[in-house]
């Protein structure tokens, strides 16, 4: 099975940027699909959005569209969730998963395979 890390988490100020990475080890990325999830205090997890197993599809939440960009390096291992424009509202703990299988779901209980999260906080 695979083990996912997420790192680059932190606090920005509203209208800033930054780069999340997910980590894989133990099996080769490639095979699975990869999402982003966040969950803010109180609230459920939610999607963010998704990347095809060798990335030529990617799906977004309507509340990132536009301003957040999901990639993949399956030769680094690596996923990477980009954000740009950053609002207070966009304060969570962001996590990774993956799962087998050709399509991307947004259910989270779809996905079998979770990072531990990264805070990401967006000060106003």
């Known amino acids: 099975q695979v083990q996912l890390v997420e790192s680059g988490g932190g606090l920005v100020q509203a209208g800033g940027s930054l780069r999340l990475s997910c980590a894989a080890s133990?099996?080769?990325?490639?095979?699975?699909?990869m999402a982003w999830f966040r969950q803010a205090p109180g609230k459920e997890r939610e999607f963010v959005g998704g990347i095809s197993r060798n990335a030529d599809g990617v799906y977004y939440a309507d509340s990132v569209k536009g301003r957040f960009t999901i990639s993949r390096d399956n030769a680094k291992n690596t996923g990477y969730l980009q954000m740009i424009s950053l609002r207070p509202e966009d304060t969570a703990v962001y996590y990774c998963a993956a799962r087998e299988g050709s399509t991307i779901v947004v259910s989270r209980f779809l996905y079998g395979y979770w990072g531990q999260g990264t805070q990401v906080t967006v000060s106003s």
């Open positions: 133990g099996r080769t990325l490639s095979i699975y699909i």
